[in-house]
Nanobody, 115 residues
Framework: VQLVESGGGLVQPGGSLRLSCAAS????????MSWYRQAPGKERELVAT????????NYADSMKGRFTISRDNAKYTVYLQMNSLKSEDTAVYYC?????????WGQGTQVTVSS
C-alpha cells in the first residue's frame, strides 16, 4: 500500500488549496478513504471520510461547509478541497486507508495558513 499526498503549501487566510492523494497497491475502489491532520503540539485528528463509491462523505464539525472530500476511482486518487482557510487549519495533512483494521498513512503534506 502506498499513499502519496501533494498540493500543500503556504496560503493566506481566506484562501483555498486542493490536496491530492495518489493511492496504489490495493483495490482502491473497495475502501473508504480519509484525510487526517496534525497541528504542532496536537494530536492527529480526522478531517473527512469518503466511502468507497464516493457517494457518502463525513466531516469533522469545524470543517463542514469549508472542506470537500472527493475521489476518482479511475485515477486511484482522493482529493480534499479546502476553502476559507483559517490560521488554525495549519497542519500536516495525511491521507489514510484502513484495510482489515490496519491503518496505512502517507508521508503528509504541509499546509500553512498565514498572512
Amino acid at each position: 500500500v502506498q499513499l502519496v499526498e501533494s498540493g500543500g503549501g503556504l496560503v493566506q487566510p481566506g484562501g483555498s488549496l486542493r490536496l491530492s492523494c495518489a493511492a496504489s497497491g490495493f483495490a482502491f475502489s473497495s475502501y473508504a478513504m480519509s484525510w487526517y491532520r496534525q497541528a504542532p503540539g496536537k494530536e492527529r485528528e480526522l478531517v473527512a471520510t469518503v466511502n468507497s463509491s464516493g457517494r457518502t462523505t463525513n466531516y469533522a464539525d469545524s470543517m463542514k461547509g469549508r472542506f470537500t472530500i472527493s475521489r476518482d476511482n479511475a485515477k486511484y486518487t482522493v482529493y480534499l478541497q479546502m476553502n476559507s482557510l483559517k490560521s488554525e487549519d495549519t497542519a500536516v495533512y495525511y491521507c489514510n486507508v484502513a484495510i482489515h483494521y490496519v491503518h496505512y498513512w502517507g508521508q503528509g503534506t504541509q499546509v500553512t495558513v498565514s498572512s
